[in-house]
C-alpha cells in the first residue's frame, strides 16, 4: 500500500520558519521524483520545489528561491521542506508528491503564515 505522510504544518508568525516532511511507504522511494506542491484557497495548485532521484538537482518556485530547501534521504524514504522567511502568501495546504511512471500525493499539510 502506498503512503506518503506530511508533517510539521502549521501556524507561524511573518518572517518565521517551518520545516515539512514527507515519508514514503510502499514503493521504491529513490528512484522517484519528489516535489512539493501547494494550493491555497481559491487558486490551482502550483509546483514548489522538486528533487531529482539521487538529491543533486533541485528545481523551485520563483517566489520561494532562496528562502525555501528541498532535500531527501533516501535512506528514511523521506524528502523535506525547509522553509524560512515566511510570508502571508505562503498560506497553502503542501502536498507530497512522487513521479515516476506512476503519480502519488500525499494527504495534504496545513501551513498558515499569520501574526
Known amino acids: 500500500q502506498v503512503q506518503l505522510v506530511e508533517s510539521g504544518g502549521g501556524l507561524v508568525q511573518p518572517g518565521g520558519s517551518l520545516k515539512l516532511s514527507c515519508t514514503a511507504s510502499?514503493?521504491?522511494?529513490?528512484?522517484?521524483?519528489m516535489s512539493w506542491y501547494r494550493q491555497a484557497p481559491g487558486k490551482e495548485r502550483e509546483l514548489v520545489a522538486y528533487?531529482?532521484?539521487?538529491?543533486?538537482?533541485?528545481n523551485y518556485l520563483g517566489s520561494v528561491k532562496g528562502r525555501f530547501t528541498i532535500s531527501r534521504d533516501n535512506a528514511k524514504s523521506t524528502v523535506y521542506l525547509q522553509m524560512n522567511s515566511l510570508v502571508p502568501e505562503d498560506t497553502a495546504v503542501y502536498y507530497c508528491?512522487?513521479?515516476?511512471?506512476?503519480?502519488?500525493w500525499g494527504q495534504g499539510i496545513q501551513v498558515t503564515v499569520s501574526s
Open positions: 508528491n512522487a513521479h515516476l511512471i506512476q503519480e502519488y
Open positions: 528533487i531529482n532521484q539521487p538529491g543533486d538537482t533541485t
Open positions: 510502499g514503493f521504491t522511494f529513490r528512484h522517484y521524483l
